[in-house]
Structures are given as C-alpha cells and as structure tokens.
C-alpha cells in the first residue's frame, strides 16, 4: 500500500483537486492522509469543512495540529502515522497526473536496488498556464550530481517507508527541506532514481516581497547547505568548489535585493563576492542582479504591473 501524505495550510479552497487527483489515481490500494497545520482559526473551520465528506466516506484519514508546525513538521506527522509501505507526497494546492503512482512502483518493484524515485512534473502559473523550466526535472541520482545540478520537490517523491523512519523524515531546518533531505538520503548510501515522466502538476503562486524575517531563515538554510557540502569538498574539482561558492552567494544575494535599502547594500556585497568566483558565462547574470539591486522597489513594482497589463 502507498500512503499519501498531504499537508494543509491556509489552502482549502483548492485541497479537493489535491484529494481527487489521488483518488483518481490508477493504483490501488492507497491511504490519504491530510494534516491540518492551521491554527485553531477560521482557516481550520474551512479546512474541517471542506474535508467533511471525504471524512466521513472514510475517503482519508484526517490529522490536526494544535498549531501551526510548518509544512516540514505536518508531512511527518502524516508520513509516521502512515500505514503503507511506500510513502508519497503532495501539496495541498498541487495535483497528481492519473498514472503517477502506478508508474512509480512499477519504476522501483523493476528496480530492486532502489529505496526511492522521483519523476518530473509540469508547472503552471494560478491562471493555468503552462511554465516552462529546467527545475520541472527531476535530477540527482548521486550525492554529488545532487548538490551540483539536483531538483527534488517532496510531492515528486515515493519511497519506502522504513527509509523514511530510518532518515527521522525531514529535518527542521527553515527552508529548502526537500533539498537537504536529498542530500541527507544519498549521503547515507540509499538509492534513489529518476522517473524522467512529468506526472505531477506543481501550481506557481505570485509570491509577496520576502520580508527581512523570510530573508534570515532562506539565508541560515543556505548557510546550512553549504556546511553539508563543505563537508564533501572532496567530490568536487577546484573549478565545481568556485561554482558552489558563486552559487551560495547569488542567492542569497537573490533574497537580499528584493528587501529594504539596508538589504540592497547587503546583496551588492554579495554580488561582489560571487563574482570573485564566477565564470564568464555568469557576468551577464551578475549585471542583472546589480542592477535590480540597485532599483528601488517601487520601480520594480511599477514596471511589474505595466509588464502584467
């Protein structure tokens, strides 16, 4: 059996086309596990609600929170209490094609070896257009193609439970987790492969600004990545080291110039120090990121608004 965790959020309105999609699903037999995350709230009363028939069709099994744990916490809860075998993943705004987890196990019951295996998926925008991307692939089959060019999203996930629990689930860092438990699975020698299908649809939603509080946890959770790769330095040639220290320092750059004026300075900092390490290939990147740096918000803003009208 397969269990499929989905944790919710905030999100009611759209947790039925999550539902339906497993419950669309070709393979049989499934268990649906939805954890609640809200607050005692109103956002919990229009989760309880929209999720009452399938409650009491016996349909799902459903968890709450006290309180809100963050997506991290609410997938291992589901994924501890589960009950089947294999455990997959899915967002509560997200769907599954039909044949996705059908596709999957038959993916890994031909290929003993492996403990787990992540296909592709499309991606599209709130008004369902399509959104092409090198990041709707699933890549990373090694510890060391994972950190340098690896693409894991938990919902492209399936992977066998006592993995899993031997992994304690993922880890509480603030964010990329899926990231991070990718690194954490193949560094203990378990085995993953790529599914290279799109079998699931990832729904893109216009972020707000990062407040400064956002920018912290995004950069304490770089910070926390590049710790694990240091401590596999030796994988890597010299010219992949500078390509991981100008990665690191392009994105936080990325979360920095998108903030207030003390930010802005901060990510031209970091600007600097990425282009210490870049190639040529990335200059026209880094004249970019300087000069959104550089723009103040409002423009950006502006110009935002023309670009979408």
Not at 116 to 135: G, L, P, V
């Amino acid at each position: 059996m397969i269990s499929v965790i989905i944790p919710t959020y905030k999100r009611s309105s759209r947790l039925p086309i999550a539902i339906e999609s497993v419950l669309g699903q070709t393979y049989s037999p499934l268990e649906i596990i939805v954890v609640d995350d809200n607050d005692d709230n109103e956002y919990r009363k229009e989760t309880k609600s929209v999720l009452k028939k399938y409650i009491s069709q016996n349909k799902i099994t459903y968890i709450q929170h006290k309180s809100n744990q963050g997506g991290c916490v609410a997938r291992n809860t589901g994924a501890f209490a589960a009950k089947g075998e294999y455990i997959a993943f899915l967002d509560d705004d997200d769907f599954y094609e039909p044949t996705k987890l059908e596709e999957q196990i038959n993916f890994l019951n031909n290929n003993p070896q492996l403990d787990a295996c992540m296909c592709s998926m499309f991606r599209i925008d709130e008004n369902n257009k399509q959104i092409e991307s090198r990041e709707n692939t699933a890549r990373g089959e090694t510890l060391k193609e994972a950190i340098l060019d690896g693409n894991l999203f938990t919902s492209m996930l399936l992977i066998k439970k006592n993995i899993f629990l031997k992994l304690e689930g993922f880890s509480e860092i603030p964010r990329f987790q899926d990231k991070y438990f990718h690194y954490k699975f193949l560094n203990l020698g378990y085995k993953i492969g790529v599914l290279n299908k799109q079998l699931l649809t990832l729904v893109e939603h216009s972020g707000l600004r990062i407040s400064y509080l956002g920018a912290k946890k995004i950069i304490k959770s770089l910070d926390l990545l590049a710790e694990f790769e240091k401590s596999n330095k030796e994988k890597f040639t010299n010219q992949e080291i500078k390509f991981l220290k100008y990665r690191r320092y392009i994105k936080i750059s990325e979360v920095l110039c998108e903030g207030r004026f003390n930010e802005k300075i901060k990510s031209l900092i970091y600007i600097v120090k990425a282009f210490i390490y870049a190639s040529t290939k990335h200059y026209q990147y880094i004249g970019l990121l300087t000069l959104k740096s550089l723009t103040p918000n409002a423009i950006i803003k502006l110009k935002t608004k023309r670009d979408d009208s």
